[in-house]
């Protein structure tokens, strides 16, 4: 069961997260032994599944993640797309290393109906010494439909000699 961080003194700090290579960093949340960030929470998924470059996170979006018009806020999926694109650059990201987006972009296909269950995959295309790209997509759980799309960029900084 993933563990969330409710304070800031429940994050790693810096020297224990450049301890373990990101693969690493990303099993221990998915098995509860790390914390997990609080922003999945409020957003409505978890972590899901994490294999080597390639990261699900399943939730279901409710009414406070919606848009005066009472529809799934695009900033949903953006949130959502950019965590597992991260993550899945994340589990290729070695020791002594951190990461971070440089830029990502979404495409919505069709609007998700509130409180229907989704995966959103991450999956590598490119990991190097100092990029990793990419791609994502939502699709729901039962009916398989995709929802959206996405692509990210992300720099990998070495921050031990």
Known sequence: MPLVAT???ELLSQDELL???GYEFMRGMLEGTLPGPPIAQTMGYALHAVEDGRVTFRGAPAFNVTNPMGT???GWYGTLLDSAMACAVMTKVPRGAVYTTLEYKINITRTIPLDMEIDCVGVIDHAGRSTGVASGEIRGVEDGKLYAT??????IMELTP
């Open 72 to 74: 799934v806020h695009g």
């Open 7 to 9: 304070s800031p003194a």
């Open 19 to 21: 301890s373990m290579s």
């Open 150 to 155: 996405g692509s990210t960029t992300c720099i």
